[in-house]
């Protein structure tokens, strides 16, 4: 999985945010998935083998999407409505998305409630050794970034929550109520500044979207196969997904702080 060290010093460093630095969304999956299944049955009355067949297709697809913006899944949902035609009542992709925040929500909020309260402290809703990889980037002038599918008045909340907005030069995530792809947007702006080349750019990321579009725009593509409930440790679905992404090098956590940094091509010795 490794590729050999960075030739050269890093310039810029753009991460995923969900996943990669924090778990507040984490189990996001287990709210899709039934919401899509209630979506497309609705009241229709399936055999225990269009079930199983049903579980299959929906997971198979939230596992290959997993890193896209969510409105791009809600466009799948309301076509696989259309297609299986067991529920007459097709709603809009926004609706199935509206509907989907709702319910994660009722989750993130929780969390972010106990984050102000001091229920919760910001290192129990962040990858673990995340806080102290971005001081010593943001130590060595590494301008950082993230983009994220998720909604970006979300991404910046979340951020600031966990306490690490500041350390970002730029927080792009999805647009609302528009089907931009703000990871694509993001890396492409980067690669377009007159004194960044592409192989100044590290995108480090838990998913096959960005680790794709840093391999196709020439980027170092390091994976985060995070274990978003222990928030340490390999998560073996992921390893698979990334690998199959072309990832450079995977980890799952950035407790190794020296071997992170060594792959940066940037000194770990400022503390």
Not at 8 to 18: M, N
Not at 39 to 67: K, R
Not at 263 to 270: K, V
């Amino acid at each position: 999985m490794v590729s050999g060290k960075q030739e050269g010093r890093i310039k810029a460093v753009l991460f995923d945010f969900d996943g990669t630095l924090s778990t507040l969304r984490a189990g996001w999956e287990e709210t899709m998935v039934p919401l899509f299944k209630e979506a497309i049955i609705g009241s229709h009355q399936l055999t225990a083998e269009q079930s199983s067949e049903l579980d299959q297709e929906i997971a198979g697809y939230i596992d290959q999407s997993t890193g896209i913006q969510t409105i791009y899944q809600m466009q799948w949902l309301a076509e696989k409505v259309k297609e299986k035609g067991w529920n007459p009542e097709v709603k809009g992709e926004w609706e199935y998305k509206a509907e989907y925040n709702r319910r994660l929500l009722l989750h993130v909020d929780e969390r972010i409630r106990g984050l102000q309260t001091g229920k919760y402290r910001p290192g129990d809703f962040l990858i673990k050794g995340s806080e102290h990889i971005l001081e010593l980037l943001h130590q060595q002038a590494i301008p950082m970034y993230i983009a994220s599918g998720t909604d970006h008045p979300d991404v910046v909340n979340e951020a600031e929550v966990l306490g690490v907005r500041h350390y970002f030069k730029e927080i792009a995530g999805a647009p609302v109520g528009r089907a931009d792809c703000s990871k694509e947007k993001v890396i492409s702006d980067l690669l377009a500044q007159g004194d960044l080349q592409s192989e100044g750019l590290a995108v480090i990321g838990d998913g096959k979207v960005e680790i794709r579009l840093a391999k196709e725009n020439g980027a170092l593509a390091l994976g985060l196969a995070s274990d978003e409930d222990k928030r340490e440790g390999l998560n073996a679905v992921k390893v698979e997904r990334l690998q199959a992404a072309g990832a450079d090098w995977i980890a799952g956590d950035f407790t190794d702080t020296a071997q992170w940094m060594q792959w940066l091509g940037l000194d770990a010795e400022l503390e």
